[in-house]
């Protein structure tokens, strides 16, 4: 990691925590999910510096190293959109490949509708074109106990993972969420009751690596990351009849536990999403699941780098 050099910059009367590598024409973002954070894309960044793009991340704000709102409970993806033009403008980048990983896919999807002007190309992983409001996941179709519901509660999360420190709630969420199964409780359990403890870490997941989300979670904690994505994704931001012109590539692991969400095996394998995205080529990765960037990078980055290097 040594390749990668950190900063705070000042965006939107905010610090937030940026990292960078190589110093190539072209730049790409990468947009973390949850629980991820900047690190989650480090196999990455590295692999795209060396194949002469500018590499950066950064951790959203209320995420990691970055500062929380003012108010978390108020904040929202756009939020998110803004601070990613504001970072750009901020940089001097005119025109940007944005490469979003689970919610981080949703601001990907948002600037590529609302600031077209700004997107050369859009790769997402683990989640198709979604965006809140109509197009977005339809909440009523989920089973009750589904970890998104739960976790939509105020309090409710913060309870479940109060009992536990940091770095357990984190390695509960990572064995939890690489399964191919959704993660439903039952009426007397919480998300967190779902693992066992004595479950290894998958085998891409090392201890050291936990270690370093959980020292980011321990600064910034949860509040402002229950808030974005999961309470405010059924906001509508009035964007009406939503495309992203840019090119674009959606990585899907086939054991992603996104592909048992209802409806979206058929909206990715009939080309439904296609509808929103008319330049889209999917690849789905056999053996993959929701961390595919983790635990299979080498053939990530390759798709990613071709991905780049043809547009």
Request: charged fraction near 20%; glycine fraction near 8%; include cysteine.
């Amino acid at each position: 990691m040594e390749k990668i050099q950190h900063s705070h910059v000042q965006v939107r009367g905010l610090k937030l925590h940026v990292a960078q590598s190589g110093t190539g024409p072209k730049v790409v973002l990468f947009l973390h999910g949850f629980p991820e954070i900047w690190y989650s894309w480090r196999h990455q960044m590295i692999a795209v510096a060396n194949a002469g793009f500018r590499a950066i991340a950064f951790d959203f704000r209320g995420y990691g190293l970055s500062d929380h709102p003012p108010e978390p409970e108020k904040a929202s993806f756009k939020d998110l959109v803004d601070d990613v033009v504001a970072l750009l403008d901020l940089l001097g980048i005119n025109k940007v490949f944005l490469v979003g990983k689970d919610f981080g896919a949703v601001p990907a999807f948002m600037v590529a509708v609302i600031h077209p002007e700004r997107v050369l190309g859009v790769i997402t992983l683990g989640i198709p074109f979604l965006i809140p409001g109509p197009v977005g996941i339809q909440f009523d179709l989920l089973p009750k106990g589904f970890y998104i519901l739960r976790w939509a509660e105020p309090g409710r999360a913060e309870a479940d993972f109060g009992r536990f420190d940091v770095k357990t709630v984190v390695r509960n969420i990572y064995i939890l969420f690489c399964r191919s199964e959704l993660q439903v409780a039952g009426e007397n359990e919480e998300i967190m009751d779902l693992v066992d403890p004595s479950t290894p870490l998958p085998p891409w997941f090392t201890e050291e690596d936990l270690e370093v989300y959980a020292t980011l979670y321990q600064n910034s904690g949860f509040r402002t990351a229950l808030q974005v994505p999961y309470r405010c994704s059924q906001l509508d931001y009035g964007i009406t009849n939503p495309k992203v012109t840019a090119p674009s590539l959606l990585i899907m692991g086939e054991k992603d536990y996104f592909m048992k969400f209802p409806g979206m095996e058929e909206y990715m394998k009939k080309g439904i999403v296609k509808q929103f995205m008319p330049n889209l080529d999917i690849t789905f990765m056999p053996e993959g699941n929701h961390f595919v960037q983790e635990q299979l990078p080498e053939q990530v980055n390759e798709l990613i780098i071709t991905f780049l290097n043809k547009n």
